[in-house]
């Protein structure tokens, strides 16, 4: 069984850094490709970065290139999503994802419904 822990959500004022991770159990982690989706008060859950299983792609969503910076660790089953010079518009629950397949494919990566499993969530807040 596959299980997705995010971490390391809070409140940061605008301007300011958060690092996400995201823990995974089961050893299909390092084939599988892994996003981070988010979503706002009242609002769809959006596709906000993914990464294939071997790290060689990346996929962002146009309000958070560069900024964000999504990135994995297969070794030790984590995912990151690091987050600076974020704006109050950043403030959501942020989700990961995992995907079954190698690669995230740029017509398909944001779609929530390519993806297979999804943690509980981290909440980020950011005042202005």
């Known amino acids: 069984q596959v299980q997705l822990v995010e971490s390391g959500g809070g409140s940061v004022q605008a301007g300011g850094s958060l690092r996400l991770s995201c823990a995974a159990s089961?050893?299909?982690?390092?084939?599988?490709?892994m996003g981070w989706f988010r979503q706002g008060p009242g609002q769809e859950r959006e596709g906000v970065a993914a990464?294939?299983?071997?790290?060689?792609?990346?996929f962002y969503a146009d309000s958070v290139k560069g900024r964000f910076i999504i990135s994995r660790d297969n070794a030790k089953n984590t995912l990151y999503l690091q987050m600076s010079t974020l704006k109050p518009e950043d403030t959501a629950m942020y989700y990961c994802?995992?995907?079954?397949?190698?690669?995230?494919?740029?017509?398909?990566?944001?779609?929530?419904?390519?993806?297979?499993?999804w943690g509980r969530g981290t909440q980020v807040t950011v005042s202005s």
């Open positions: 994802a995992a995907r079954y397949s190698y690669d995230c494919y740029s017509y398909s990566w944001s779609h929530r419904s390519s993806y297979n499993y």
């Open positions: 990464i294939a299983a071997g790290g060689g792609s990346t």
């Open positions: 089961g050893y299909v982690y390092r084939t599988w490709c």
